[in-house]
């Protein structure tokens, strides 16, 4: 099925079925290893202590490969039907090949000379009872390790809005945005763009934030370059689309990267002083459980 096909279906609510059966995966791998995991947490912690920075977000990715190329169509046509508040985005690079997902996250909106953008960071596991779900929304509200987290991302993107913007408001603060597996800590702010600046150079002049790089950003950036045991690519990068002086960003996170036969999932986590390697390895299982629940269909 071709492409524009694909997302026309998408559009009517006409989803493409992938096939029931056996799965058909044969490998997974880990990168890095849970080990390796622990290592590089413990090492930023220690870069925090010395007060080199204040927050770097780790990613991990796992790595399924099948006997037979991943279709793509059909990969974002499953994760299409995951009924949350989210962006769904599919970026078909060659044939076999394309970086696809649901982001949470917006960068920014510029509508009518208006700008919103969000700052999404803190994470909790949705509950499996009402009350669950309560209990653990009021745990991220109080939890000084997830609201430190969430107000170095807040901070800076006001400060970015306040660069760029006049008549800047935060809209909400810290309220709780729910999706199918996890649950974040979101604040957003408007204003009003002054000068001449193109939608291109806004969005660079936020990207990227402390809620997919750390902070400062520079030496967080390096960081990472120098540390992670994988390019990240696309991931985390902004995709959305332009239109003269009008946009739409999102955060490419909640993101995978179709290969032929290997389908690379990504996810990351913010460390911050009070944060502990496990706890972080478990929260980007939860953020990767919207593509590892649909892959027993492949």
């Not at 496990?278 to 027993?296: A, C, P, Q, R, V």
Request: hydrophobic content about 40%.
């Amino acid at each position: 099925m071709k492409m524009a096909e694909t997302l026309q279906s998408l559009d009517s609510g006409r989803y493409i079925h992938p096939p029931a059966g056996r799965s058909l995966i044969c490998r997974k791998q880990l990168v890095p290893e849970k080990a390796h995991w622990n290592r590089m947490v413990k090492n930023v912690l220690r870069s925090i202590k010395a007060g080199e920075m204040k927050k770097i977000v780790l990613a991990r990715k796992k790595v399924f490969t099948h006997v037979e190329e991943w279709n793509p169509e059909l990969v974002i046509a499953a994760m299409a039907k995951i009924a949350e508040n989210s962006f769904t985005f599919f970026y078909q690079v060659d044939a076999g090949v394309a970086f696809l997902g649901r982001s949470p996250e917006r960068l920014l909106r510029i509508e009518n000379g208006c700008i919103t953008a969000e700052a999404i960071a803190g994470t909790r596991p949705r509950g499996k009872t009402p009350a669950d779900d309560q209990r653990l929304e009021a745990q991220l509200l109080s939890s000084q390790k997830e609201l430190e987290e969430h107000r170095i991302v807040a901070d800076y993107i006001e400060n970015r809005m306040n660069r760029i913007c006049t008549d800047v408001r935060m809209e909400t603060r810290e309220e709780i945005l729910k999706l199918k597996s996890v649950q974040h800590i979101i604040t957003r702010f408007v204003g009003r763009v002054q000068g001449n600046s193109s939608p291109l150079e806004i969005a660079l002049a936020f990207h990227p934030t402390p809620a997919v790089g750390g902070y400062p950003p520079d030496e967080a950036s390096l960081y990472i370059t120098r540390n992670e045991p994988f390019r990240r690519g696309w991931y985390a990068s902004p995709i959305g689309w332009m239109s003269g002086q009008d946009a739409d960003f999102a955060v490419g996170i909640r993101s995978a990267l179709v290969n032929r036969n290997e389908l690379h999932i990504f996810a990351g986590a913010g460390i911050v002083g009070k944060s502990n390697a496990h706890d972080e390895w478990n929260e980007t299982e939860k953020k990767m459980d919207n593509f590892t629940s649909i892959l027993g269909a492949f």
